[in-house]
């Protein structure tokens, strides 16, 4: 199995940036669907983006322009990098995994789920 750990979080002012990593207990992730999803507290989990086997990438309307993801150099991180941030991006962010991308936004399709990592912007 994989164990996925994130890391980054904190808080910032409006408009500010961060910079979340994933770290996989595989050796690659580049044969898993990955996955960033967010949860504010008493809200559902929301998909934020995604990178599928293929390297392409997909991303809810509401952080599109402003987060982008991407896979580290060593092969066994996920990145997400959070620009132009604002109160609602408020939440604990998560890194999940999947053999293959199904639907978008169905967090049950993932099996490997990190612990999260909470972002606070004022």
């Known amino acids: 199995h994989v164990q996925l750990v994130e890391s980054g979080g904190g808080s910032v002012q409006a408009g500010g940036s961060l910079r979340l990593s994933c770290a996989a207990s595989?050796?690659?992730?580049?044969?898993?669907?990955m996955a960033w999803f967010r949860q504010a507290p008493g809200s559902e989990r929301e998909q934020v983006a995604r990178?599928?086997?293929?390297?392409?990438?997909n991303y809810a309307d509401s952080v599109k322009g402003r987060f982008t993801v991407s896979k580290g150099n060593g092969k066994r991180t996920l990145s997400l990098q959070m620009n132009s941030l604002n109160p609602e991006d408020t939440g604990t962010y998560y890194c999940?995994?999947?053999?293959?991308?199904?639907?978008?936004?169905?967090?049950?399709?993932?099996?490997?789920w990190g612990q999260g990592t909470q972002v606070t912007v004022s």
């Open positions: 999940a995994a999947e053999s293959r991308c199904r639907a978008w936004a169905d967090a049950t399709s993932y099996t490997y």
């Open positions: 595989a050796y690659t992730i580049s044969n898993y669907c």
């Open positions: 990178i599928p086997t293929d390297g392409t990438t």
